[in-house]
């Protein structure tokens, strides 16, 4: 007969299984689902081939010559453009939070359920990302990110986030008041200016080469479906 203390060991280590294992899930939730040219995942060049390559918490993604996409979590989508990085801060159920790092990233929230029946819709889950400033993103939203460095005179490193909104709203935390920004708005974020920063308004048709892409991206996926 085996020691009461035993039996107890092996009940709790059976009950802690689905525990564990849906930890180990929440490390994989995000996946780099396309690549072009170089990309690299925690140092490691990410060959094109190959799909699906799981991201975990802190895990930094790089782009030198090259773009990637990734699906964050269920219908929320990044893309990152050339000579660009973001690091994955937190994955979970109850929300998403990623800092994008350099360069220039889209991030869209629902994208995969927008010509779906609208009841039957599933909302994207708490997503923030950080850029200077915490910016929590609504659903069914489009928007961009910018980190700018700039040389300054006396040597000094300046820089700055522009986040702008295509479509959709989200809040911005500044130092001790929030912001909401909506579509065709634009904020350059600072944690330096605390809560002295003004939303000024953009033209939304005005775009770039990262731009195109992200809706090129879109239309090949939808082809393939």
């Known amino acids: 007969m085996k020691p009461i203390w035993l039996s107890r060991l092996a009940t709790t280590f059976l009950a802690l ?24 995942l925690d140092g490691r060049r990410v060959e094109r081939s190959v799909t699906h390559s799981p991201l975990k918490e802190n895990s930094v993604v790089l782009t030198e010559d090259g773009r990637v996409e990734v699906l964050l979590a269920p219908s929320v ?21 990623i800092e994008v790092q350099t360069g220039s990233a889209i991030v869209l929230t629902d ?6 029946n609208p009841f039957n819709r ?8 950080l850029c200077e400033d915490a910016v929590t993103l609504s659903n069914f939203g489009v928007y961009r990110f910018d980190v700018h460095h700039i040389a300054l005179p006396t ?4 820089s700055y986030c522009r986040f702008k909104v295509y479509k959709g709203a989200a809040t911005v935390q500044l130092a001790s008041a929030s912001s909401i920004v909506m ?10 200016c605390g809560d002295h920063i003004q939303v000024n308004e953009f033209d ?21 479906q």
């Not at 990044?78 to 939070?97: C, K, Q, V, Y």
């Not at 040597?155 to 300046?158: A, I, P, V, W």
């Not at 579509?183 to 330096?192: A, I, Q």
Request: hydrophobic letters at 30%; zero cysteines; aromatic letters at 6%.
């Open 111 to 116: 994208n995969g359920a927008k010509n779906t």
């Open 17 to 40: 299984g689905p525990v564990i294992g849906s930890a180990q899930q929440l490390t994989s939730r995000s996946v780099i689902s396309y690549t072009e040219g170089n990309v690299y």
């Open 122 to 129: 599933r909302l994207a889950e708490r997503v923030t990302v």
């Open 204 to 224: 939304v048709g005005d775009i770039d080469g990262m731009d195109r892409w992200s809706p090129q991206r879109a239309e090949s996926d939808a082809r393939r």
């Open 183 to 192: 579509t065709g708005e634009v904020m350059n974020l600072n944690r330096g």
């Open 155 to 158: 040597h000094e490193d300046y």
């Open 77 to 97: 989508t990044l893309r990152l453009n050339e000579n660009s990085s973001f690091r994955m801060i937190a994955n979970r159920p109850d929300g998403t939070r």
